[in-house]
């Protein structure tokens, strides 16, 4: 008996050992209490910004008695759309990060965390948003530009003379390489923005390559052989032009032209022996009677040609007959060189010829030519203009034919000058100088994208009403947009010029919709 007494007891000892070894002091649990970061997120359960925007985010933080000195901060975002890989982008307390990602596509968006640190306790506290990148770049004047001389970059305006219905002004550089993380080899001496199989894109063409670049988000989507459907040995790309329902490709002293509205490629080109120059006369206007739609002086075989149509119609290519009687006789002009070329809103074609002895330049319209079912009636002569007087012409380097006015610009490095041809004898006006050190690069009338197959109402009031212009100084390039007034004149509205600042050598400029 006694000994089960004495069992009995250490057994209760036992237990109450046990049951003061699991016992917790929570005596002093108060005075060690965690205080926790509260981040205020309310309202803000998602993010959107517009490509090349800043996004800004002043966090609302309650941090109790934390020291602030003990916090840091870290913002972190995944630069591919449901990406598990995140970049430190900011290490702020509060956010300014200019966003240079592609717009996301539907249902997809990228992931950013904030996070803040408390260096005492080594606890994080942290929050995170779906963010959306949205376009914003719209209608407006794409900019090529070059930095080493030797690769292309693409900037962007937006402003009210460029872009329908809009009253703010929006400059966006080196768009291109931000994108694609590189630029484009070669230098852009032309571009042209279309839609491609129902894609808005832009081709720009260098002496070697032609390029794509999808303006939804200014990714790079091919070259050369990608854009054709029958391909060659080497690009030699010449120029980049437009009729009704056709885009056109030069090169290789060939022409293509193809519906791209309807195709992915181009195709092939026509196959005919003049031998299609740089400069071509591109009836783009969709009246009726359907006039020739090409006319273009061949250098090798000194011809005028024109091909009245694409499709449905007289295809091929045919020389304009000569005229004994005319203003001009087409069977004599020979040894020129082509300098520019141009359609008037009336369908009369007009070229600007120097001539490889002399180097006189002239000026020679054609009309349009007229409806003959199967073949329309050709080109025939119908102005001649010698430029043997105009003041600087030797220095010329640029020439803007306007479609709406008898009036042609021509520009040497610092000055534009205006030759008037409503009369017999043409007359020419200096009407504009340079500012000092800048010297100009481009120079071209702002036609709004699609110009003009469009109807007159859906043009903005600026289209032909200006004149966009870069000048480069060595160390900047601007671009300057010139308003016209006194139509028919060629004045320059000097007190109301635009300019944009900031941009390597502008090598090219095209409107894009």
Wanted: a negative charge; one cysteine or more.
């Amino acid at each position: 008996m006694k000994n089960i007494k004495i069992f009995k007891l250490f057994c209760l000892v036992t237990i109450f050992l046990l049951i003061q070894s699991c016992y917790k002091d929570d005596s002093q649990l108060d005075l060690n209490k965690i205080t926790a970061v509260s981040i205020d997120t309310t309202g803000v359960s998602t993010l959107s910004v517009r490509q090349f925007e800043t996004l800004e985010i002043n966090p609302t933080l309650d941090i109790g008695d934390l020291s602030e000195s003990n916090l840091s901060y870290e913002w972190q975002l995944n630069l591919e759309p449901n990406d598990d890989f995140f970049d430190v982008i900011s290490t702020d307390k509060n956010l300014e990060y200019e966003v240079r990602l592609p717009p996301n596509k539907v249902g997809e968006n990228h992931v950013l965390y904030y996070k803040v640190i408390d260096s005492e306790t080594n606890l994080e506290y942290s929050v995170a948003w779906p963010l959306t990148v949205q376009n914003n770049i719209g209608e407006g004047l794409v900019i090529a530009v070059t930095s080493d001389g030797i690769n292309t970059d693409l900037s962007h305006i937006m402003s009210p003379e460029v872009t329908q219905n809009s009253t703010e002004i929006s400059v966006k550089y080196n768009v291109y390489s931000a994108i694609n993380g590189t630029t484009i080899d070669g230098l852009i001496k032309q571009m042209r923005f279309t839609t491609i199989y129902g894609v808005d894109a832009l081709l720009g063409i260098t002496d070697q390559s032609v390029v794509r670049v999808n303006t939804l988000d200014y990714t790079f989507e091919g070259e050369n052989d990608d854009l054709f459907f029958s391909s060659v040995d080497n690009y030699q790309p010449q120029a980049l032009g437009a009729i009704v329902q056709g885009d056109v490709y030069v090169g290789n002293g060939k022409l293509t032209a193809t519906y791209m509205g309807a195709s992915r490629k181009f195709g092939l080109p026509f196959d005919f022996t003049y031998t299609v120059p740089d400069h071509i006369g591109y009836n783009g206007f969709s009246y009726y009677p359907l006039p020739v739609r090409f006319n273009f002086y061949d250098e090798v075989n000194e011809h005028f040609v024109y091909l009245p149509t694409i499709a449905f119609g007289d295809t091929s290519m045919h020389a304009v007959p000569g005229d004994a009687d005319g203003i001009f006789n087409p069977d004599d002009v020979k040894d020129k060189i082509n300098l520019a070329a141009g359609v008037s809103s009336t369908g009369d074609f007009r070229h600007l010829l120097k001539d490889k002895t002399t180097n006189e330049l002239t000026l020679y319209i054609l009309d349009g030519g007229g409806d003959l079912y199967p073949s329309p009636i050709p080109p025939a002569p119908k102005g001649l203009y010698s430029l043997a007087s105009a003041p600087d012409i030797e220095n010329a380097e640029f020439f803007v034919l306007p479609v709406d006015q008898r009036v042609m610009y021509y520009a040497t490095e610092t000055k534009i000058y205006a030759m008037l041809y409503s009369t017999e004898t043409p007359t020419f006006e200096l009407r504009y100088t340079a500012p000092a050190g800048e010297r100009i690069t481009t120079l071209q009338m702002y036609q709004q994208s699609g110009y003009p197959d469009k109807y007159s109402t859906d043009n903005i009031s600026t289209n032909n009403k200006q004149l966009v212009m870069s000048t480069y100084n060595d160390v900047e390039g601007k671009v300057y947009l010139l308003p016209i007034v006194n139509v028919g004149v060629g004045n320059i509205d000097t007190a109301n010029i635009t300019s944009f600042t900031g941009f390597d050598r502008v090598l090219s400029i095209a409107p894009q919709k």
